[in-house]
């Protein structure tokens, strides 16, 4: 069983950026993908990023690419997504998940873990 809490939500100007931080426990951190999805308000919820289990190979959704970074310290059981250039239409909450395996690591179904999520709020 794999705990994850999120941190490092808040309210920023478009433009700004924020660090969000996923700290996990409970589980073989190295062994997970670990990815990072959000959700609107009225809108399903949608992947953002992920990282394989090394820190290897990483992927984006076209709406964040060359904007979001995603890392991992697998010494430390965190992964970091960092925010620059935040538009309104990144504002949601984001939530980490831990999943073993799967075709892309893209889905949600192919997560097992989830955190509570942190809410980020880009204002115009």
């Known amino acids: 069983q794999v705990q994850l809490v999120e941190s490092g939500g808040g309210s920023v100007q478009a433009g700004g950026s924020l660090r969000l931080s996923c700290a996990a426990s409970?589980?073989?951190?190295?062994?997970?993908?670990i990815g990072w999805f959000r959700q609107a308000p009225g809108k399903e919820r949608e992947f953002v990023a992920r990282?394989?289990?090394?820190?290897?190979?990483?992927y984006y959704a076209n709406s964040v690419k060359d904007r979001f970074t995603i890392s991992r310290d697998n010494a430390k059981n965190t992964v970091t997504l960092q925010m620059n250039s935040l538009k309104s239409e990144d504002t949601a909450l984001y939530y980490c998940?831990?999943?073993?395996w799967g075709s892309g690591m893209v889905r949600d179904d192919e997560y097992d873990y989830w955190g509570q999520g942190t809410q980020v709020t880009v204002s115009s």
């Open positions: 998940a831990a999943g073993r």
């Open positions: 990282i394989s289990r090394s820190g290897s190979s990483t």
């Open positions: 409970g589980g073989t951190f190295g062994n997970y993908y």
